[in-house]
């Protein structure tokens, strides 16, 4: 059974930076176009960041170029490094596979790890 777990969320003041991580039993990342996502309160998921087994990468229009999406598919991780945080960033965020792309189909939701970014 696949599982995913997120770590690395905590809270933080705005403008500074946070590490998120991302790791899987039960299955390899390897091959399988991966992302990031974020929930914040009342709102939907939505895509944060995507990277593909060929290690493209993609951002939501809201990152501008503060975040950066990695995977390391020896160790079966995925990091997504997060810099100049907004408030407007406090969310859960999972990682899961990039299941909109159509070419690969999602994993069980794991529990996220929450960002709370504070003014």
């Known amino acids: 059974q696949v599982q995913l777990t997120e770590s690395g969320g905590t809270v933080v003041q705005a403008g500074e930076s946070l590490r998120l991580s991302c790791t899987a039993s039960g299955t390899r990342f390897g091959g399988k176009d991966m992302a990031w996502y974020r929930q914040a309160p009342g709102r939907q998921r939505e895509v944060v960041a995507t990277v593909s087994h060929a290690f493209t990468r993609t951002y939501a229009s809201f990152v501008n170029d503060r975040f950066t999406i990695s995977r390391d598919d020896v160790g079966n991780r995925m990091f997504l490094q997060m810099f100049s945080l907004k408030v407007e960033d406090t969310a859960v965020y999972y990682c899961?596979?990039?299941?909109?792309?159509?070419?690969?189909?999602?994993?069980?939701w794991g529990q996220g790890t929450q960002v709370t970014v504070s003014s």
């Open positions: 899961n596979t990039d299941f909109q792309s159509g070419n690969v189909e999602p994993f069980p």
